[in-house]
């Protein structure tokens, strides 16, 4: 069951990965980039545990774990440079 499902969740996946990339690059304004460059972090991480469920290797969800850390660290630094006009007080 796992693996008729697996190439239906890649394609949606890739897809959303494909529309935040659109949005990172048409994006309006600098809030909407950053959103989408989050977005764009979420799918990749989703897309690589699925790549691990898929080939039976734990390595992916090691990559996926320091993806999501550095997403956060970045969206985190991107944000308050936004606000403050910094990141380092």
């Known amino acids: ?3 008729t499902v697996l190439p239906f969740a890649f394609a949606l996946v890739s897809l959303a990965l494909l529309l ?3 949005r990172l690059v048409k994006g309006p304004d600098v809030p909407d980039r950053i959103l989408a ?3 764009l972090y979420i799918n990749a991480i989703a897309l690589l ?3 691990g469920l898929y080939l039976g290797s734990s390595l992916y969800f090691e990559a996926a774990l320091l993806i999501a850390v550095m997403g ?3 969206t985190v630094a991107l944000s308050k440079y ?3 006009g910094d990141i380092m007080e």
């Open 1 to 3: 069951m796992l693996m």
């Open 37 to 39: 460059l989050d977005t």
């Open 20 to 22: 935040s990339f659109v």
């Open 82 to 84: 936004l606000l403050r």
């Open 49 to 51: 545990i699925l790549l």
């Open 72 to 74: 956060f660290v970045g």
